[in-house]
């Protein structure tokens, strides 16, 4: 790969006032317009004071240059920083003059686009930039940086490694047959397979967990009239969004909210009671209420367990009777909550829920919660972390993006393939097949087989500057 001929500028700095704004130039006219733009080229790599002017020496503004000559820069081309003072206009006239020196604008995402056709990083690495930039929490920071220092891409070198080498070892045994190796009997092809196996295995843990923590998970709070549902939305985002009162079906609307709950990002939703009515405002609050959940990720279903064993199990016969097939098809992670603990002396709704475990299987998780004075709802946000795949136990979680989880799932598919065509037909040209096909998927994460439309995609994503 070979840098491209334009020379590219822009603020990299985000727009509006700063104590300093930042312009960045990548391409072969860095050198020049250093030049031009002050007057001689500064010391490589050195933070020299100057004034950037006019091509009639007028003034524009005070600051820091610095060059990065040859390849060794971000983006494997000579690049400029132009550091001026932060505001608007004067952030403009220094790009405009740069600009008026041969560069044109940058587009979104362009420097890492560059940085990754010189091979300075791989894809993985370019997507951890935008992830660490957009990164909504400590957490998600942490595992974007990760990525972005090549832990992921080292961790699918490795297993790209072992892929190749188990390849050429069953090509030799096919191409010269004479050896007579016995694929079946050869021991050390079955021990690599479930090296290899399990390394991806591992490797899909960590980064399933950064996909997480990347893109959030969706979250429903449903359940019959007055449970206390909206109550529950505003204690969990710690706000007074949702309209609380005693009167059964008071929310219609869906009401949405971002929170981050461990270091997850989490849009919590909250929706109307689900009941038969006749009343056709709320008939559609509740169908839109269907709709949360089908999407939802995870969803609680919240009662009143101060409505007591029978009360409770009523109100579950009744929900049941009217969404039961909506819940028997929820793909996502069920939570039972029983609200309105402080009502009670002892969980006496809790009693009930034997029996709602027994008509309603799907539910995977249960807590009992005050959503008025709070109680229950530490434990209640440990069971939304633990179910939305972050179990804390996963150490080097990896910033990982849904294209990453496919091309992992597809390796990992075609390397049991391999196994199976190994174990049951003993046949070598189809294994050493489907480890190529492995291979290629790990290699579209890292970019070593990609297409241009994917690249496209990736980069402009990302915002001007980056
Ligand atoms: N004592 C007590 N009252 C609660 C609790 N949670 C909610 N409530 C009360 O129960 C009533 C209904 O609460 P909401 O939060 O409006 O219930 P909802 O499920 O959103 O109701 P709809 O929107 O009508 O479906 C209100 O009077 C709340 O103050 C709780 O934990 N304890
Ligand atoms: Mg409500």
């Not at 727009?15 to 080229?41: C, D, F, M, N, Q």
């Not at 004067?90 to 405009?96: E, P």
């Not at 010189?118 to 929490?137: F, M, P």
Request: charged share 20%.
């Amino acid at each position: 790969m070979q840098s491209s001929p334009d020379t590219i500028a822009a603020i990299a700095t985000p727009p509006g006032k700063g104590g300093i704004g930042v312009i960045r130039v990548s391409g072969t006219l860095a050198p020049s317009i250093a030049e031009a733009l002050v007057g001689h080229l500064p010391e490589p790599r050195l933070a020299t004071l100057v004034t950037f002017r006019e091509e009639d020496g007028a003034a524009i503004d005070q600051g820091l240059i610095l060059f990065f000559p040859g390849t060794a820069s971000f983006t494997g081309e000579p690049v400029l920083e132009v550091h001026g003072h932060g505001g608007v206009v004067v952030m403009d006239l220094l790009l405009q003059r740069v600009l008026s020196l041969g560069a044109r604008p940058a587009r979104a995402g362009e420097f890492t686009e560059r940085a990754f056709l010189n091979d300075k990083i791989d894809l993985a690495q370019a997507e951890a930039v935008a992830d660490l930039i957009d990164s909504v929490s400590e957490a998600s920071a942490r595992s974007a940086v990760r990525s972005l220092s090549g832990d992921f891409s080292a961790c699918l070198g490795d297993l790209t490694e072992q892929l190749i080498e188990l390849r050429v070892y069953i090509e030799a045994a096919i191409d010269f047959p004479e050896e007579e190796i016995d694929f079946l009997a050869d021991e050390s092809i079955v021990t690599r397979l479930n090296t290899i196996t399990s390394s991806l295995d591992n490797i899909r843990q960590r980064a399933s967990q950064g996909a997480v923590l990347r893109e959030g998970v969706s979250l429903a709070i449903v359940g019959p009239p007055n449970a206390g549902k909206s109550s529950l939305m505003n204690r969990l985002s710690r706000q007074d969004i949702a309209i609380v009162n005693e009167q059964a079906g008071t929310t219609r609307d869906i009401l949405r909210e971002q929170l981050v709950v461990q270091g997850i990002p989490i849009e919590l939703v909250d929706t109307a009671g689900i009941r038969s009515t006749s009343d056709a405002v709320e008939r559609e609050g509740v169908q839109r209420a269907l709709a949360e959940l089908a999407r939802a990720d995870i969803a609680l279903l919240v009662f009143d367990q101060s409505l007591g064993q029978h009360g409770v199990i009523s109100a579950m016969g009744d929900l049941l009777a009217s969404i039961g097939s909506a819940l028997e098809t929820f793909q996502g992670v069920l939570i039972l909550v029983m609200n309105k603990k402080d009502l009670v002396r002892v969980d006496t709704g809790w009693e009930a829920v034997q029996d709602i475990l027994s008509i309603c299987p799907q539910i995977n998780e249960r807590v009992s919660i005050s959503a008025a004075t709070g109680e229950g709802l530490e434990r209640l946000f440990d069971v939304i972390a633990q179910s939305a795949g972050l179990t804390t136990t996963v150490e080097g979680v990896f910033m990982a993006r849904r294209r990453h989880l496919v091309a992992l799932d597809e390796a990992s598919a075609r390397v049991r393939a391999g196994q199976a065509q190994l174990a049951v037909n003993a046949a070598g040209e189809l294994l050493a097949e489907e480890l190529r096909e492995a291979q290629r998927y790990i290699g579209e994460i890292t970019g070593d087989f990609t297409n241009d439309d994917l690249l496209g995609r990736i980069f402009s994503s990302f915002c001007i500057g980056k």
